[in-house]
């Protein structure tokens, strides 16, 4: 089976599909695809959708099984299977042991989380998924595996897999000069500066259109739009602040490298390929490559928007507000991600509330309790 890109129409918006050996389209995962793409996920989610149902479908045709008729049963051989390495999952033999699993418990969350979106829509459209249902305690009541079914759209799927907690990778005030060193155009300089002082994601970055930034105001903003390059705002619309040295290098762009080429869009071709086209995602994929070995730091352009979360927080900036900035659209995204601040930040916070400096809160919290036990 096969991943395939779909292109609705010149310029249009693009998806994605799977096919089989003989590129027939495998219509169940199609129906899903494309609702996705129609309700305007962006072409990063639909795309990863299509890889993970791809492997469901692949392991289904492997044991013979009808994707009407899966039961948890086959779900937790799924799981197993996901763990091997690829070449026992073709020839289907079991290696007695081997070192790491295939795929972490954060792919196949993430593969599970598919699974489980892919039944939600297929049970809301008339197919009995009831074999899949079993009984599974949890907080202290009993949920069906896919019980979330019967209920809105936001439950997920309650068969996850436990994983080690990722603490977000960040960049050091040098790491990120050396990057910025290391671009030898404006327009470079411009994206990296843009998504180190607003934590813009990068599919943000590449959709922005000129009226997007307003220089009285200093204020950038991320709107929720269709872009002909496949960009995607992710969390919807949001403003941001943004500081004087962006606007100033934005305007130099504009005259030194933009000039008077028609385009609405901020970053464009402007030396290879169709001038003036937008920015795609692997453009962008190229340029980090190009900066990496240039600069010696290894980076993505997502921890550049980490990094300004977490020096936020570092400076005392309330969650919520944090929250608003990175378009989370819940608080407790913004903690789970960014509580990874290191001892010397809890110290800080410690030393500026007074309690490892203020001796009578100290004395109060070492005295001891009288009274007989």
Known sequence: MMVQRVLTA???PESWTVVDEGFAVIEPIEQFLAHMARIERALSTVRSYAFDLRDFFWFLNLRGSDWTLVDPTIIGAFIAW???PPSSRISNVIPLRFDEPHCSASTINRKLAAVGSFYRYHSHHGVDSSSIA????????FTPFLGHLDVPIKQTLSVKLKQPQRHSRT????????????????????????LRTSGIRIGEAIGLRHEDIDPASMTLHVRSRF???GAHAKTGEREIPIPAHLIRLYTDYLVDEYGDIDSDYIFVNLWSGRVGEPWKYWTVTDLTSRLRR??????????????????????GVPQEVVQKL?????????IDTYAHLEIDDVRRA????????????????????????
């Open 171 to 194: 960049l050091t005030g040098s790491q990120i000069n050396e990057i910025i060193r290391a671009c030898d155009r404006l327009r470079d300089r411009l994206l990296i500066s843009l």
């Open 82 to 84: 996901l763990r091997l």
């Open 294 to 315: 240039r600069s010696g730091v290894v980076f993505t352009p997502h921890m550049l928007r980490h990094t300004y979360a977490t020096d936020l927080l570092r400076r």
């Open 10 to 12: 010149e310029d249009g």
């Open 326 to 334: 990175l378009g989370h659209r819940s608080i407790t995204t913004t």
């Open 134 to 141: 079993t009984a599974r305690r949890r907080s202290g009541r």
């Open 227 to 229: 872009n002909a390059n």
């Open 350 to 373: 410690l030393t500026e509330a007074g309690w490892l400096t203020d001796p009578a809160a100290t004395a109060a919290a070492v005295s001891p309790v009288s009274g007989t036990f």
